[in-house]
T-cell receptor, first 112, second 115 residues
Framework: EADIYQTPRYLVIGTGKKITLECSQTMGHDKMYWYQQDPGMELHLIHYSYGVNSTEKGDLSSESTVSRIRTEHFPLTLESARPSHTSQYLC???????????FGQGTRLTVV | AQSVTQLGSHVSVSEGALVLLRCNYSSSVPPYLFWYVQYPNQGLQLLLK??????LVKGINGFEAEFKKSETSFHLTKPSAHMSDAAEYFC?????????????FGQGTTLQVKP
């Protein structure tokens, strides 16, 4: 059983609000990821981290930011939410490059 | 730049028929490769992975995949489809570059299984 948690599971928020999506893992994994996925569609990598204080942007341009101050925690922040940010956000983690990634249950964000 | 392509966004087979889901990658160095399955309203689950050992990899639920370097492919197969196999399937590539662990996914293939 993978121990990676995302909160909240569902979030409805107004345009212009600042939000932070939380992701935590208890497995000591060095790699962590954020993906954006619309229902039934592909996963777009928006941010990833390969260790504390080491983050990279993914292939999909995103207005969000991330931080990795602690190994187990990888929050994603939107400074000003817009309806175009409505989507599902998936967090994942793994150890090294050859192992499988474990996924959280996702946060379904709706911006109205 | 490294990439992964899944040919066919939708595949429909009859129950009991062969399942073939295609995945091709682009990388200067053979990457680590994965297949994941996603059932409706659920998270992603690993089916199998290739990490430079045997080129034919067996996974869960009767699935297997073969790594072919010459074709830069990692197609997923199952000899006989079951109704419960209906789901979204994703091929993923772990880029082998400086231990950054970049992990990218293909566009996904929806598998429909008809009775």
């Amino acid at each position: 059983e993978a121990d990676i948690y995302q909160t909240p599971r569902y979030l409805v928020i107004g345009t212009g609000k600042k939000i932070t999506l939380e992701c935590s893992q208890t497995m000591g994994h060095d790699k962590m990821y954020w993906y954006q996925q619309d229902p039934g569609m592909e996963l777009h990598l928006i941010h990833y981290s390969y260790g504390v204080n080491s983050t990279e942007k993914g292939d999909l341009s995103s207005e969000s930011t991330v931080s990795r101050i602690r190994t187990e925690h990888f929050p994603l922040t939107l400074e000003s939410a817009r309806p175009s940010h409505t989507s599902q956000y998936l967090c994942a983690s793994r150890w090294g490059e050859s192992t499988e990634a474990f996924f959280g249950q996702g946060t379904r964000l709706t911006v109205v | 730049a490294q990439s992964v392509t899944q040919l066919g966004s939708h595949v429909s087979v009859s129950e009991g028929a062969l399942v073939l889901l295609r995945c091709n990658y682009s990388s200067s160095v053979p990457p680590y490769l994965f297949w994941y399955v996603q059932y409706p309203n659920q998270g992603l689950q690993l089916l199998l992975k290739y990490t430079s050992a045997a080129t034919l990899v067996k996974g869960i639920n009767g699935f297997e995949a073969e790594f072919k370097k010459s074709e830069t492919s990692f197609h997923l197969t199952k000899p006989s489809a079951h109704m419960s196999d209906a789901a979204e399937y994703f091929c993923a590539v772990s880029v082998r570059s400086g231990n950054t662990g970049k992990l990218i996914f293909g566009q996904g293939t929806t598998l429909q299984v008809k009775p």
